[in-house]
């Protein structure tokens, strides 16, 4: 396993650890940041998020850059990413953060998507994560690390910025959802 794969592979094992400081009660206290109190907790969990994140990037990054692109890492990257905005996005639901018609949305895609995988790897394809795609996941982290530290002062015209990037992520699912159908529509027609 090269270095860009455990990077991702890492995302992975930071996804528990993220959602132990999130949803179990610690009473670390608060914290306080630009006049927003924080929970202690959601804030650690929100640091964690951000260097999970931050692994999308970089194993990317290394894998392009020392040609490290391995049919294993297409199949890993999409799923850690999958598995880590998931995670934060239902929890954020149950924090009543974020409405659920969206993330059911994105998880309707998401299942979609996979699926799509699946049927290509029976054809022995493999499906790379698209341009549209990376975008989408760039909107949805940004918007759930907002989210996770309460939308600090940032805002336009009144609208908080979690919500104009999750809707921003939203678009960009179904956007992402129709280009990877409609790209490999040839590998659905043929699949027994």
């Known amino acids: 396993m090269n270095i860009a794969n455990k990077i991702t592979l890492s995302r992975v094992i930071m996804i528990p650890v993220f959602l132990i400081f999130l949803l179990v009660p610690m009473h670390l206290g608060t914290i306080t940041i630009w006049h927003a109190k ?63 018609w969206m993330v059911i949305i994105i998880l309707a895609r998401e299942f979609a998507v996979t699926g799509l995988r699946l049927v290509a790897a029976g ?38 910025l979690a919500d104009i990037l999750l809707w921003l992520a939203v678009i960009m699912t179904i956007i992402s959802g129709w280009d990877y159908f409609y790209k490999n529509r040839e590998i659905i027609l043929r699949s027994k």
Not at 133 to 139: S, V
Request: proline residues 5%; glycine residues 6%; neutral net charge.
């Open 38 to 100: 924080i929970p202690v907790s959601q804030f650690i969990a929100g640091i964690i998020f951000i260097l999970a994140s931050c692994t999308d990037w970089l194993d990317g990054y290394l894998a392009r850059k020392y040609n490290l692109v391995t049919n294993f890492g297409k199949f890993l990257d999409p799923l850690a990413d999958k598995l880590l905005v998931t995670s934060a996005l239902i929890s954020l639901v149950g924090f009543h953060y974020i409405p659920s």
């Open 123 to 160: 054809e022995g394809d493999v499906i790379a994560a698209s341009k549209a795609a990376k975008w989408k996941t760039t909107f949805q982290m940004l918007a759930i690390i907002f989210y996770l530290f309460n939308n600090l002062p940032f805002g336009l015209h009144g609208f908080p």
